[in-house]
């Protein structure tokens, strides 16, 4: 299995479930107000249209697993429909710990991706981590 370039985690006191519902809305808190259309089965493609830092984004990618309360993981790239050289997949591990979720982050490369340095896994660690406290936060309340 390929090593992931960023891993978070956080617990967020909600059952899988509700963290799953959470997670595959169309306006999902996870992705800071930008809209995901897809039907979330394994092989669809999805368009994630969005705006980050005052600048608007579109971006791409196909649903590879879809285990409601399980597990969510896609490919993921920016501004063009079709994948460049290089991309993301991006994969999230739900395990039941009590009445919470444990959420489990981790971005592998694809493609002819290079070695990426540490502060580059560093800006990925800390983008990961606000989107998995914006999610929190919306559960939480």
């Known amino acids: 299995m390929d090593q992931p370039v960023a891993r978070v985690e956080i617990l967020i006191e909600a059952p899988p479930e509700r963290v799953w519902a959470a997670m595959t809305a169309e306006a999902s808190p996870m992705f800071m107000g930008a809209r995901m259309e897809t039907d979330w089965r394994p092989g669809s493609g999805y368009t994630l249209r969005g705006a980050w830092n005052g600048n608007a ?4 990618g196909t649903i590879e697993t ?3 309360g399980k597990e969510l ?3 993921h790239w920016s501004r063009t429909p079709q994948p ?13 710990v009590g009445a919470s979720t444990r959420v489990t982050l981790s971005q592998f490369q694809r493609g002819k991706a290079k070695a990426l340095d540490d502060k580059t896994r560093d800006e990925f660690r800390k983008t990961w981590t606000i989107m998995l406290e914006g999610l929190k936060r919306a559960i939480e309340g």
């Open 84 to 96: 460049p050289e290089t991309y993301n997949a991006v994969s999230y591990r739900l395990e039941p």
């Open 66 to 68: 879809a285990a409601p």
């Open 73 to 75: 993981s896609f490919t």
């Open 57 to 60: 984004f579109t971006d791409y």
